[in-house]
């Protein structure tokens, strides 16, 4: 019964997608480095959002060599907004390989793409599918809530088996036209059967074929596992000024937001006189306290409760780094963890 469903969907998706599909840059071409870039910039992130970026980081590095040779710096600010550094830091290692391995042009089998650093099983199989026409489902959120009202399967999304198992399911009954189905389920579920809203039945080419439309339930799937609590951490942050500068550190290389900049921070929820012999202790000599503000920051695992305090110095340290607006603006990354701080620097 499933794979009889799942076997009729080209039929119904293929022509509905070439004749609905939206106008997005990302699919002027099948060209792999331009395909890859937009579905790691796709992941997280709105489709709006991402055309603006999607086209700055194009113009800016054209080609796997220019992506390769980029430096950090300029690599975080391309992607500054989009979050999820270790993404871009990864698509420059990845750059790396195809330039060393490959002569700098793209691999074409799946295990090739698969092994290079920061590509998973989904992203593989959108390059290897719309670059190369390879029956390689890519089976994100959007296609695993289309299958489970398809099918009607309360299975919860979020198993590793289940993900697996739609993998399997789709890839028996990819089209020729491979390319164009994996969008077009990655369309349907974007748009007419979309998350956090009543699907769209009445729009929909599949509506014969699915069991969530006929049994009723489509609206209440999928089915997700209940989310385990994220892990909270108090940290108190410093918009320190003196004169002109700002006080700012970069983080490690490694972990959380690695290699970006930060407003200069502690664990835990200072008082006002503990952060000012914090920062004395760190050799800055303090003028005075000029407000306080408390923010959230949510990561995937961990929620930062986020104690600001703006003060203002008489004289710098070596502690931190001394930038103007002007050399954060130009050069830094600041995550909006702390960027939210940044922001009201002067209020
Ligand atoms: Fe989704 Fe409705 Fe189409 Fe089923 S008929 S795939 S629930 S939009």
């Not at 309360?154 to 198993?159: F, L």
């Amino acid at each position: 019964m499933e794979q009889k469903i799942l076997e009729m969907l080209p039929g119904r998706l293929l022509p509905w997608y070439r004749e609905n599909k939206r106008d997005l840059p990302w699919r002027v071409d099948r060209e792999p480095y331009h395909v890859w870039l937009s579905e790691i910039m796709l992941q997280q992130t709105r489709v709006e959002a991402v055309r603006g970026y999607y086209t700055r980081f194009l113009q800016a590095l054209p080609t796997v060599e220019d992506l390769a040779a980029c430096g950090g710096d300029r690599l975080r600010k391309l992607w500054e907004g989009l979050g999820y550094y270790n993404r871009v830091n990864n698509m420059k290692k990845a750059a790396q390989v195809i330039v060393q391995h490959y002569g700098g042009r793209f691999p074409q089998t799946y295990d090739q793409i698969l092994a290079l650093p920061g590509v998973g099983v989904y992203t593989a199989g959108a390059i290897c599918s719309i670059c190369f026409g390879q029956p390689t489902p890519a089976v994100d959120g959007n296609v695993l809530r289309v299958v489970s009202r398809l099918l009607n399967d309360a299975t919860p999304i979020d198993h590793p088996a289940q993900r697996r198992r739609v993998q399997e399911l789709l890839a028996a009954c990819y089209p020729v036209e491979a390319g164009d189905f994996t969008q077009a389920l990655m369309e349907l579920g974007a748009t007419v059967c979309g998350p956090n809203r009543q699907p769209a039945c009445q729009d929909c080419p599949c509506r014969d074929l699915c069991l969530g439309y006929q049994k009723g339930t489509a609206a209440s799937l999928p089915v997700k596992s209940p989310k385990k609590a994220k892990r909270l951490e108090h940290r108190t942050v410093f918009i320190l000024r003196c004169g002109e500068r700002y006080a700012l550190t970069r983080r490690p290389e490694t972990g959380l937001l690695a290699g970006l900049w930060q407003l200069p921070d502690v664990e835990g929820c200072l008082t006002a006189e503990q952060a000012l012999s914090y920062l004395e202790k760190l050799g800055v000599r303090m003028k005075q306290i000029i407000r306080t503000g408390t923010k959230t920051h949510i990561f995937t695992h961990i929620k930062w409760e986020m104690h600001g305090i703006w003060l203002e110095a008489s004289q710098q340290s070596d502690a931190f780094c001394w930038m103007t607006e002007q050399e954060v603006e130009s050069q830094a990354v600041l995550p909006t963890a702390y960027r939210q701080f940044w922001v009201e620097r002067n209020m």
